[in-house]
């Protein structure tokens, strides 16, 4: 990536994380900022009491640079609202080429067979953007 685009896109990322922080503590504003958020809001709506202890949240990012910085923003708005989030990133996950993107969804789909298991066997309740997995 150019320099010249590279630092625009940091002071992007930097006035979105500066705009995210402002609104942490903000489920609405949250919303209104991110569509991840937005979903994972929605989501979480009415749930029982202490569902936050048991809630982990996986979030897949692209083979990039700038698909990891804003993994990471989103990470850490989960954070800030006292929720568990780890960034996976898949690795070739990006679309400069069809054989690359073959090899990301072999991975992805490693991982929802094996990892994704595994979670659902100690007896999380999976859900996949948003979706209940099945």
């Not at 708005?77 to 898949?90: F, G, K, N, T």
């Not at 400069?96 to 789909?109: I, P, Q």
């Amino acid at each position: 990536m150019p320099e010249d685009q590279r630092t625009i896109l940091e002071t992007i990322l930097y006035n979105a994380r500066h705009r995210l922080d402002q609104s942490a503590r903000q489920p609405e504003a949250l919303e209104a900022l991110s569509a991840e958020l937005h979903a994972i809001i929605r989501y979480q709506t009415d749930k029982p009491e202490g569902w936050r202890q048991t809630t982990h949240h996986i979030l897949l990012s692209s083979d990039t640079w700038l698909g990891e910085a804003a993994a990471q923003m989103i990470q850490s708005a989960l954070e800030a609202m006292d929720q568990r989030a780890e960034v996976r990133r898949i690795r070739d996950l990006r679309t400069a080429s069809l054989e690359e993107f073959r090899v990301a969804m072999t991975e992805l789909a490693h991982f929802c067979a094996h990892e994704v298991a595994s979670y659902r066997s100690q007896g999380y309740h999976v859900v996949f953007n948003s979706y209940r997995w099945i």
